[in-house]
Every structure is written in C-alpha cells, then in structure tokens.
C-alpha cells in the first residue's frame, strides 16, 4: 500500500473458501464456492485495480435441488473511479454450457442535495453470447432442451432495455423490450407532480416453439408468434 495518495492500495492479492452460504443465510442455495484475485494497480491510467478473479463452486447442483448451478465464472476486472468492468468474462455450467462477453456498472451520480443512493442503482450493461446450456442441468424440473444465442442489456434508475437473440432446441426467439419512468407534471394524466410515469415497448417474434421446452407436461404443439405492445403502467 502507499498511504497519503488518491488510491493507496496497490495490489491485492485474495484466496478464499471454501465456503457455503446456506451456512451464512438461512433458504440460501448450497455450494462450495471459492475465490481468487490477483489485482494490481496500473500506473499512467484511470484504472485503478486491475487483474483476473475467478470463482468456482466445487459442488455445482440444480436450482430445484437446492443448489446453485455454476462450475465457475472468471474474467479480467477493469476498475476505475468511474466504472466497474468484467471483461473476458467466462461462466461455465454445469455439462458444456458457457456464457461469455462483458458487463460494466457505472455508479450513480448524485444531484444537488442527493445522496448517491438516492440517485438509484447508477448504470448496468451486460453483453453476453450463451453457448451449449442444457435448461435440466440448470433446474431438474425443466425438460432437456439446449439453449444458446446472445442477450444484450442495460438499464439504469430510468431506463432498462434489453434485446434477445436465443435458441431454444428448434426454437427461435428475437425480442426487444424497454421500461421508462420519467416524472411526471402535475396534472398531467392525474398524476401528481413528481409522480413517475411509467411505459413499455415490447417487440417480439417466436418460431417453432414446443410448449415441452418449458413445462415436461404440456402437450406438444409448435407455436409461431409476432408480439407488438406498448403502453403505460399503472
């Protein structure tokens, strides 16, 4: 550590576990999960602590069984003053299901007489490519079924929006989706002043999806579904 500077730690170096947090927090999933970090700072950037951090859970196990269904999740954090960055970012599931790609939160900013907590939960982005996951190896009760494809999001306190392109065994699904709030003025649609309003967009379209991907007992069926709403929300 160098004390006396804006960011007096250096390099952090962390091996922990194993440890379970049904042990920790009771309802909470078992597992046997331990970490490691190895962050340094980098001189000449914004970066603060940067370096790789890896997760694993040696007792991976279905949701319904009372467990959490990760092998381990790595990547390379990024973090500035500004930002929190995961990028390489690689979770391996249980079989040969992997997601990959990169996530970075933004911390709120806070106004004039605001405390950041006031100001919301800052920035989230998530750009994710899904690779292999077989739906029973996450929750027993799901039949098996493989899915794959990308999802792109981000939201903050305002605004959430994300946009899907997955494969579900035969199945296709592409969608866009998107919640806004903004204050609202007073008397406007019998709201009052500072009341949020809040709507939606969803666009969707589904192809060749059996019911059986979802539920083991529905009866079998291929569905195809073109979706278009907005509106507001109460």
Known sequence: AAPFEDMPLRLLKLAAGEFDPAAFVAGAPRAALSIEAELAAVEGT????????????????????GGVPLVSLAGILDWRQDAIAVDALD????????????????????????????????????????????????DGRLPRQQLAGRVDAEGDAQRQQAVLALALGAARIDARAE??????????????????????????????????????DAPQAQLNLDLDASGELA
């Open 91 to 138: 979770i391996r599931l249980p079989g040969e299901g992997r997601v990959s790609g990169h996530l970075e939160w933004h911390p709120p900013t806070a106004t004039t007489g605001e405390s950041a907590m006031q100001s919301g939960f800052g920035q989230l982005a998530a750009a994710l490519e899904l690779a292999g996951i077989d739906m029973r190896s996450l």
């Open 179 to 216: 919640l806004s709030a903004v204050n609202a003025e007073a008397g406007t649609d019998g709201s009052t002043a500072g009341e949020p309003l809040r709507s939606f967009m969803l666009n969707a379209a589904v192809r060749k999806l059996d019911p059986r991907a979802w539920l083991a």
């Open 46 to 65: 914004a970066t603060l602590l940067a370096g790789p951090v890896r997760l694993t859970n040696r007792s991976p196990a279905t949701v319904d069984a």
